[in-house]
Structures are given as structure tokens and as C-alpha cells.
């Protein structure tokens, strides 16, 4: 490899290499995020999360992708493109990074005389960032890895995990655990480059200020990393930071750990522009494409199931049938109160049903941004005891009174034409029923009646003279 090279390896690496391999993962992906001193862990709000912090894909809004380029020193060049698209309570982050050089000149096996080849590597991930609820997210990634240095090839994997809370407005505090695997070369495994961070983010009208503290565990100091971003118009943003790691300031000059950019916004499309100075090496560059898609509004449900009469909770089976989910939404469950979030804009029909209760059903309208919350109440069935007051030699009608008492009480006076009666709305449970003749001549007849709910039942009294 050339010195040009193999000056800028040492840069990136450090002062003192240590045992990690694959440096490329101490590169910094996403322009905004080298713009800002690589100082993105507590931020991350944007497709290079994947990178910087999975757990800041749960707080990504809508469908975000960008693509950007960096050219190095002596012939190296980046690519680098990431993705975020919502996924159920977050989000499903993609990131794929390349870096290659066409000609690296080399020694043959005798020394004998410099050759030429193409070295080059690359990077897949694929994670998950989950909104826990509105103020905390955590996430995780899985990464391969793949390098060919000329004479021999690379295969690797590793994890992130993430975590992030907002305990304030304003304020977003993340930790990231990056790179937690190895590579291996053909005889045994060599460690990758662990690091913790632990950052800060703070937002305040058109500014969004961040500070990073990263914690390398093998090779590499601890280093402070801070960023600024200044909006003062939607379409554009002005971006600064400064970086005290991972490249050895000692050795570049510390006006080099100074980093800058901007962005421009036009619709659903953004360019972004970053630079980094290297020292005597130069200005390193990065431009990036920015394209954005906003996910569709959701709307929410909540529906409490009560009592008619005494407004208590009921645990009733509640069934949602419509098209306010992709395809078609069934579900089914026994509860007092079902909360239904991610619906589509639409109408949805909802229908409560419980043993010796009315059902219901209502339309609800599902609106996007809002929780559209009503009551299913539900009526208790009643019964009907119906009966009459006859004689016992003749079997004819004769009236008199009815006296009963349980759920239900109260007096109903018979007519001795047609000398029926009925009780209507009565309650389910136990009755117990007097029947006395229009006159002290008959003998009064009493019962219990056991009455289920939502039947007629039946009972007559034939009373003896």
C-alpha cells in the first residue's frame, strides 16, 4: 500500500492501533451527522440511526432515504445509503456501506518489485428501533461484514443495541453500544472496533444542538464529540461541529477536528454537503441525496363498555370489523376497554355482545392524528311474567291482586275480565308471588319463581273458595 494510504489509515485508526480490525466502522456514515462532529447519538432522528443509534428509528416519521458519497485520499472513495420505513410501533432500518480503492500498489511474495490491485470492503445492516411510548425507544441492529485486502478476504458480523428517552421537551439523551463482533481472516477471529456512546440532544426553535461522549474499548481514546444545526428558513440548515476523536488530533493539528456542512430542502427531496479536514492530507468531502416520503396519518380507537343503567364496566366480546388497517381488520376480544392505534383513516364497526345483555353496534369514523374514543353501553335483558287469576272448580277468570317482590316488586291489581296479568321489564332472579281473589271468600295462593333473562315465563293461580 502506498504511503499516502497508509498515512491515512493511521489517522483514522489512531495513534495506537490496538487489536480492532475493519476501521471502516469508525467512519462516521450520513453527511448531516459528519457535518454535526459526528455527534448523532442522542439526535439520530433521521435513516443513518441504522449507523449511529437503532433506537433512533422509533422516533422516524415517515419514509426516509438518503445516498451519499465521499471521496478520500489517493484513490479511496465511500458509498454509503441508508433507509428508514415504519413498521408497525417504529420503524425497519437498512444501511449499506462500500469503500474501495482501483489501485494499490503493493510488494510481490519475493519483494521484488510494487504490483497493482483493488482492495475494498462493505457493510449490510438491518435493525429495528421500537417506540416504546411517547418518550422512550430502544433498538437493535445486525451487521455484515466483508473486506478483501488484496491477498485475503474478511468475513464478519455485529450487533448494536440502542436505547433512547426524552424526559423533557427538548431534550433527547441516547446510549448506543456499537460494533459488538469480530472478523475473521481465515485463521481465527480478530476483534472489531467496540465503542459506547453516550449522547445528547436538545432542540430550540431553529436550533438543534448535540454533544456525544465515545468510549472506544479496545483501541483509540475516549473523545467528545458536540454539533450544531441552525435553521433559519424550512429549506435550509447550516450545520458546524467539532470532534476531538476517533482521529489523532496530536498528529493532524487541532484546527482539524473543526467540521462543516449544510443542507438544502426542496419538497421531498434534500442535498446535503459535509466537510472534514485532514491535515497536510486535505479536505475530505461528502454530498448526499436526501429523499422523503411522509407515512399516512393514523388514526386510534378507544371504546369503554358499560352498563346501561348502573355505569359499570362490562367485560364484554368486542369485535372491530373495517378497513382501517392494511387489508382487513378482525379482532376479537373479552375486555371493559379495547385501544386500537396505527388504524387508516376510514370507518370502523364496532359491536359489543355479552350473555343476558343487548348487543350493540356502532360506525365509528377513524381520523388521522386522533383517538377517536365512545361508549358501548349495554342493556341488561328483562323478562315477562305473565299469568292469570282463575277459579279452581270452574277454571273461569275471576281477578282479585297480584303482590311481587325480588329484582323486581310491587302490586298489580287483576281484572276479573280477562283476569290475565303481566309483568313486564322484571329483572333476572328469584320472584316470589302472591295471588289473592277479588274477595276474602278465596283462599290466597303463594310461589317462587325462578326468572332467567329474556324469556317469558308462565304462571297461573287457581284459588279455592
Not at 212 to 238: Q, S, Y
Not at 375 to 392: C, E, F, H, M
Request: with cysteine; aromatic share 10%; glycine share 14%.
Amino acid at each position: 500500500m502506498n504511503l499516502i494510504a497508509t498515512a491515512l489509515t493511521l489517522l483514522i485508526v489512531g495513534s495506537d492501533p490496538g487489536t480492532a480490525v475493519f476501521p471502516l466502522l469508525k467512519i462516521g456514515q450520513g453527511c448531516r451527522a459528519a457535518a454535526m462532529g459526528e455527534s448523532f447519538t442522542g439526535l439520530a432522528d433521521d435513516a443513518s440511526a441504522v449507523y449511529w443509534n437503532p433506537a433512533g428509528l422509533g422516533v422516524v416519521a415517515g419514509y426516509k432515504f438518503d445516498l451519499s458519497h465521499q471521496e478520500w485520499f489517493s484513490g479511496f472513495r465511500d458509498e454509503v445509503g441508508h433507509a428508514a420505513l415504519p413498521l408497525g410501533p417504529g420503524a425497519l432500518g437498512l444501511g449499506l456501506a462500500y469503500t474501495g480503492v482501483d489501485a494499490v500498489r503493493y510488494w510481490d511474495a519475493d519483494k521484488q518489485e510494487f504490483l497493482e490491485s483493488s482492495s475494498w470492503g462493505t457493510i449490510l445492516t438491518a435493525g429495528y428501533g421500537w417506540r416504546l411510548s411517547d418518550k422512550y425507544t430502544i433498538g437493535a441492529t445486525a451487521t455484515g461484514l466483508y473486506e478483501d485486502i488484496i491477498l485475503e478476504t474478511g468475513y464478519g458480523g455485529a450487533v448494536d443495541l440502542g436505547a433512547t428517552g426524552r424526559p423533557v421537551d427538548g431534550l433527547s439523551i441516547g446510549f448506543a453500544a456499537r460494533h459488538l463482533g469480530a472478523m475473521t481472516y481465515g485463521d481465527g477471529f480478530e476483534r472489531l472496533p467496540l465503542e459506547f456512546g453516550f449522547g445528547a440532544a436538545y432542540s430550540r426553535g431553529m436550533f438543534n444542538f448535540t454533544l456525544d461522549a465515545v468510549a472506544p474499548a479496545m483501541d483509540n481514546n475516549p473523545n467528545v464529540r458536540a454539533g450544531i444545526e441552525f435553521i433559519p428558513v424550512k429549506p435550509l440548515a447550516l450545520r458546524v461541529g467539532y470532534r476531538t476523536g476517533p482521529v489523532s488530533l496530536s498528529s493532524l493539528g487541532y484546527f482539524n477536528g473543526l467540521t462543516g456542512g449544510l443542507g438544502v430542502t426542496v419538497g421531498n427531496f434534500g442535498i446535503d454537503y459535509a466537510f472534514v479536514p485532514y491535515g497536510e492530507l486535505g479536505l475530505t468531502h461528502r454530498i448526499g441525496l436526501r429523499i422523503e416520503a411522509s407515512q399516512q396519518a393514523t388514526g386510534a380507537l378507544c371504546v369503554i363498555v358499560l352498563d346501561k343503567e348502573t355505569r359499570q364496566r362490562l367485560p364484554a366480546n368486542l369485535a372491530v370489523s373495517g378497513s382501517v388497517w392494511p387489508g382487513m381488520l378482525d379482532t376479537t376480544a373479552t375486555t371493559d376497554e379495547l385501544k386500537l392505534s396505527g388504524l387508516k383513516p376510514g370507518e370502523a364497526e364496532v359491536s359489543a355482545t355479552l350473555d343476558e345483555y343487548s348487543s350493540q353496534t356502532k360506525t365509528l369514523t377513524v381520523v388521522a392524528g386522533r383517538t377517536t374514543q365512545d361508549t358501548l353501553l349495554l342493556k341488561q335483558l328483562t323478562s315477562d311474567i305473565i299469568g292469570g287469576i282463575y277459579s279452581a272448580k270452574t277454571h273461569w277468570p275471576i281477578g282479585g291482586s297480584l303482590v311481587y317482590s325480588g329484582p323486581l316488586s310491587g302490586t298489580l291489581p287483576v281484572a276479573a275480565n280477562p283476569g290475565t296479568f303481566r309483568i313486564s321489564d322484571a329483572k333476572k332472579g328469584v320472584y316470589y308471588l302472591d295471588a289473592t281473589g277479588p274477595t276474602d271468600e278465596y283462599l290466597p295462593q303463594v310461589c317462587t319463581l325462578d326468572v332467567p333473562a329474556g324469556q317469558t315465563v308462565k304462571r297461573d293461580f287457581y284459588l279455592w273458595k
